[in-house]
T-cell receptor
Framework: QKEVEQDPGPLSVPEGAIVSLNCTYS??????FMWYRQYSRKGPELLMY????GNKEDGRFTAQVDKSSKYISLFIRDSQPSDSATYLC????????????FGQGTRLTINP | SAVISQKPSRDICQRGTSLTIQCQVD?????MFWYRQQPGQSLTLIAT?????????ESGFVIDKFPISRPNLTFSTLTVSNMSPEDSSIYLC?????????????FGPGTRLLVL
């Protein structure tokens, strides 16, 4: 079993829809949770960063962490064609342990 | 966040040869990381490179195949040695970065390698 599971998609939705991307994990030691966006032929770009459980909002993006269920989500409101990319969840253990563990990534397409 | 550049951005190589990938950061960082992203797959950490010490390799990766140099706080190289088609991948370097409440990593644009 992989430490981090993420549905690879592909996921295709119409412009303006709310998008929900999710990851589950098995290691309860993970404390820091991240979402990266990767456009085709580019490196991953940090999108959202949360510590422990709770919600964090940044513009059209909301990250949620439910540590009791070992489940994290990224919501995109009012999705735009420019949001079309691969979204990778990543997580790591306590501060000082730098290794990031990534999900497989979900390929998202927003159709105009 | 740091600005990270990689050279080359892409290359096509013959099996049995070696390629050295460079990673340059615009600020001094203690820890740099090298990842591999195979087609359609996620990122896998190859090794962690600290300035002034030997790189630490993850399980499944060895120094003879992926030697790493870290001569200063803004630069690192990864060599892919004795390449085979299975080494065709995107190679990414990243650096540590501090955010409120913790630390994360920022990535370079990647080097796309095709081995024939």
């Amino acid at each position: 079993q992989k430490e981090v599971e993420q549905d690879p998609g592909p996921l295709s939705v119409p412009e303006g829809a709310i998008v929900s991307l999710n990851c589950t994990y098995s290691n309860s030691a993970f404390q820091y949770f991240m979402w990266y966006r990767q456009y085709s032929r580019k490196g991953p770009e940090l999108l959202m960063y949360t510590y422990s459980s709770g919600n964090k909002e940044d513009g059209r993006f909301t990250a949620q962490v439910d540590k009791s269920s070992k489940y994290i989500s990224l919501f995109i409101r009012d999705s735009q064609p420019s949001d079309s990319a691969t979204y990778l969840c990543a997580m790591r253990r306590i501060q000082g342990a730098q290794k990031l563990v990534f999900g497989q990534g979900t390929r998202l397409t927003i159709n105009p | 966040s740091a600005v990270i550049s990689q050279k080359p951005s892409r290359d096509i190589c013959q099996r049995g040869t070696s390629l050295t990938i460079q990673c340059q950061v615009d600020s001094q960082v203690t820890m740099m990381f090298w990842y591999r992203q195979q087609p359609g797959q996620s990122l896998t950490l190859i090794a962690t490179a600290n300035q002034g010490s030997e790189a630490t390799y993850e399980s499944g990766f060895v120094i003879d195949k992926f030697p790493i140099s870290r001569p200063n706080l803004t630069f690192s190289t990864l060599t892919v040695s004795n390449m085979s088609p299975e080494d065709s991948s995107i190679y990414l370097c990243s650096v540590e970065g501090s955010l409120a409440g913790g630390e994360t990593q920022y990535f370079g644009p990647g080097t796309r390698l095709l081995v024939l």
